[in-house]
């Protein structure tokens, strides 16, 4: 497992966390997604043998949350 880190574009509403959280829960190879509302960082665990981080970032641009920053670990 593999640690990611995605900085965002300021998040408005604490709803966020949770759609955030629940779509990547819900995501195959994906562990432990936190959303720091503070922050505006998502922080996961991911399985590069499911899942890349370029997928797992694209997730999260999809709903609607651009990203500023990546950093994987």
Do not use: W, Y
């Not at 936190?34 to 997730?59: G, M, P, Y």
Request: glycine share 4%; aromatic share 4%.
């Amino acid at each position: 497992m593999k640690k990611l880190e995605l900085t965002l574009e300021t998040l408005s509403c604490p709803s966020c966390v949770k759609r955030i959280e629940g779509t990547l829960n819900k995501t195959a190879g994906i562990k432990n997604p936190r959303v720091l509302f503070h922050a505006n960082k998502v922080k996961t665990q991911f399985d590069e043998s499911v899942i890349s981080a370029a997928e797992v970032a694209t997730i999260v641009e999809k709903l609607g949350f651009p990203i500023t920053h990546k950093k994987i670990a």
